[in-house]
């Protein structure tokens, strides 16, 4: 394996694919470079000014919108444009790992503030991003932590937090639930937007935006906590949500149960108990460093094992973001919002509508952002496969490149790109380049009916005409992205 094969494994599992311009700026870094750039990403410009408010004004209307579709479609811009990939990846991870859904969380601000604290704490020390996870008020209100005070706790937040945040099923009894749970009593929610009456909403909301503060934010009562001993993992002590945190991200359990859950989402499922115990001593000696753990997975000569490379089934985002990247679109979108814009400036309907309609996408594949099914997340792997689910993947063909889309140019944009970068002179070195730029490895046998598919519908004369070109693109792409092959990565 290449040092080009590896990095572009590299930018599929720790990033959101890559435009060829990027590809030859990370081939041009090598393997180590690679690796530094993706996982240091707080030393890169991110590239993305477009503050979350802008989602939440119309043109023509002074209303403040707060329903928590806005902060997805602002994410999925966000995936679209940034030069940080991996923390928008780490993101993704963090969100399905501390699941949170604005089918209950409906105030799209405390959505947006809990996407802040995953992508700020993302490749950090793992007890500190616990903490600010379980305060969160999203988390908060998700999993009824301020329903709970001193002699009647709520137990939802303490199960969920050993179970799925921690240490994983099997390590821990009801009796931990039951006594973890009295810690977090007196945790609460204030919504500062609302504490000046319902008719005020409006005008107290758009004084935060401008000051940039959050509307909503972490309480404690001190009167509602039960502050007597509490026996939890055979630990008797006078344990607060604080202190009962530290000890759960310093465990043995803790530490193997993250790491394989990393493992997994960046390389494959199941790993080997040596790579797992490998992991879990990185993050027990360096306090929860997710950052070194990412780091030994990408050098790992696992991760570039035959069991990891392209074996992987894409998730709705690993689909559809980077075919949106390698074409370079991002490029082309951030100019139509206006460079002196604020967070009060209502983002132009355009790029609210392309944005509306990647996450209208992806929801489509099975994955709606911000709206995972329930407290353990979404199903990964081979669940993302079904008829329906691969009938929209196919379709993403011709509403990109072919017929369906609505300006007829996708198709002779994406031949004039392969034609500046590879220069092809027949149907075969087209698709050749086609298949090259969106990162595809197709088998040989799959490949004749879609040369076919070029040659049949024009060849290299189709691109002279934007709607020749959209029919010609489109069979390709859809014959493309209808392959098994395609669908891995």
Not at 130 to 157: C, H, W
Not at 388 to 411: H, P, T, V, Y
């Amino acid at each position: 394996m290449n040092n080009e094969v590896k990095i572009r494994h590299l930018l599929r599992r720790f990033g959101l694919g890559a435009s060829r311009t990027e590809l030859k700026e990370f081939l041009a870094l090598g393997i180590d470079g690679t690796i530094e750039r993706l996982i240091e990403y707080e030393r890169i410009d991110e590239g993305f000014p477009i503050s979350p408010w802008e989602f939440c004004f119309e043109e023509g209307n002074d209303e403040v919108y707060l329903d928590p579709f806005r902060p997805a479609a602002w994410w999925a811009l966000r995936m679209i444009i940034t030069k940080r990939p991996l923390q928008e990846k780490l993101t993704l991870f963090w969100h399905d790992h501390f699941a949170v859904s604005g089918t209950k969380v409906e105030f799209g601000p405390m959505m947006l503030k809990y996407l802040k604290t995953l992508r700020e704490n993302a490749n950090g020390k793992f007890g500190e991003l616990l903490k600010a996870v379980s305060k969160d008020p999203a988390m908060i209100r998700y999993l009824d932590t301020d329903q709970s005070i001193k002699g009647n706790p709520n137990e939802n937040f303490a199960r969920e937090l050993l179970e799925l945040f921690t240490l994983g099923k099997g390590n821990y009894s009801e009796a931990d639930v039951k006594e973890a749970a009295r810690a977090f009593t007196g945790w609460g929610i204030r919504y500062l937007v609302f504490e000046q009456g319902g008719e005020n909403v409006q005008p107290t909301m758009r004084r935060f935006i401008e000051a940039d503060r959050m509307p909503v934010v972490f309480a404690h009562s001190p009167e509602l906590h039960d502050d007597g001993k509490k026996t939890v993992l055979g630990k008797t002590a006078n344990f607060d949500g604080d202190s009962l945190l530290e000890m759960l991200a310093s465990r043995n359990e803790t530490a193997a149960f993250v790491s394989k859950r990393l493992w997994e989402f960046f390389a494959y499922d199941d790993p080997e108990p040596a790579i797992v115990n490998k992991l879990a001593q990185i993050y027990l000696s360096t306090d929860g460093d997710i950052k070194q753990v990412l780091y030994a997975i990408a050098r790992s000569p696992e991760f570039y094992s035959e069991k990891c490379v392209r074996k992987k089934v894409k998730s709705p985002v690993d689909f559809t973001i980077p075919l949106i990247r390698q074409i370079d679109l991002g490029t082309l979108l951030l100019p139509l919002r206006p460079s002196n814009a604020k967070p009060t400036t209502p983002l132009p309907k355009l790029l609210r509508d392309i944005s509306a309609g990647v996450v209208f996408l992806m929801n489509g594949q099975g994955m709606l952002l911000l709206f995972p099914p329930d407290v353990g997340g979404w199903n990964w792997g081979s669940n993302w496969i079904s008829s329906d689910s691969m009938s929209q993947r196919i379709r993403l063909a011709s509403l990109l490149f072919g017929e369906d889309n609505e300006s007829k140019d996708g198709g002779q944009g994406l031949g004039t790109r392969v034609l500046l970068e590879y220069r092809p002179t027949t149907p075969k070195q087209f698709v050749d380049g086609i298949c090259d730029l969106l990162d595809a490895e197709v088998s040989a046998e799959k490949m004749k009916p879609i040369y076919e598919a070029c040659e049949v519908n024009g060849g290299l004369d189709a691109l002279k005409d934007k709607l020749s070109a959209s029919k010609m693109v489109g069979a390709v792409t859809t014959l493309l992205f209808s392959a098994p092959e395609f669908q891995l990565h």
